[in-house]
């Protein structure tokens, strides 16, 4: 257990219904990031938030996408209107301090969406 | 722009034998390497990182990695491997310019044979 927590674990949903993930970082980390994996990839970039600022977003991040971290703690990623290419495992992950660019992430265990 | 390469999908090797997987990367300057492991249905664990100083960084469950920096690349080594090292690995790369994310590699899968 890294300490950083992921609710659901597993989300089954119908195509064009929304879902929300939660993430609980640990606590005295200030960054924290959303990433993707699509099996057999590695993870992929989503989101990156520096307390409560959201200072990147990749391409990958359509309309559809939205993530927020209200007062720099545990942090939302909300799909709407899903598709089944949105099935993936969403990894959350969180890290140390404004000069911490050497930290190493500590990931959460995932939620797997699964779009039927 | 920064790219990590894990030339093996998989890698095979027997208990007790030493193990390698491999990792190359494409980043201009100085940046800071990592390895994570990955179990089935689980999310990424830290192994070890390299930020600078000595080229072999030693981390987690006997794992250690060389750092190249002419050869750009960062290669994973165990002296012995154990059944239980069976798993996912990921070579990631952060920095020298953008802080603000990891790149990984497409992983490789390592498989030890008892």
């Known amino acids: 257990d890294t300490g950083v927590s992921q609710d659901p674990r597993h989300k089954i949903t119908k195509r064009g219904q929304n879902v929300t993930f939660r993430c609980d970082p640990i606590s005295e980390h200030n960054r924290l990031y959303w990433y993707r994996q699509t099996l057999g990839q590695g993870p992929e970039f989503l989101t990156y938030f520096q307390n409560e600022a959201q200072l990147e977003k990749s391409r990958l991040l359509s309309d559809r996408f939205s993530a927020e971290r209200p007062k720099g703690s545990f942090s939302t990623l909300e799909i709407q209107r899903t598709e089944q290419g949105d099935s993936a495992m969403y990894l959350c992950?969180?890290?140390?301090?404004?000069?911490?660019?050497?930290?190493?992430?500590?990931f959460g265990q995932g939620t797997r969406l699964t779009v039927v | 722009a920064q790219s990590v390469a894990q030339p093996e999908d998989q890698v095979n090797v027997a208990e007790g034998n030493p193990l390698t997987v491999k990792c190359t990367y494409s980043v201009s300057g100085n940046p800071y390497l990592f390895w994570y492991v990955q179990y089935p249905n689980r999310g990424l664990q830290f192994l070890l990182k390299y930020i600078t100083g000595d080229n072999l960084v030693k981390g987690s469950y006997g794992f250690e990695a060389e750092f190249n920096k002419s050869q750009t690349s960062f290669h994973l080594k165990k002296p012995s491997a154990l059944v239980s090292d069976s798993a996912l690995y990921f070579c990631a790369v952060r920095g020298p310019y953008n802080f603000n994310k990891f790149y990984f590699g497409s992983g490789t899968k390592l498989n030890v044979k008892p």
């Open positions: 992950a969180s890290s140390l301090g404004q000069a911490g660019r050497n930290t190493e992430a500590f």
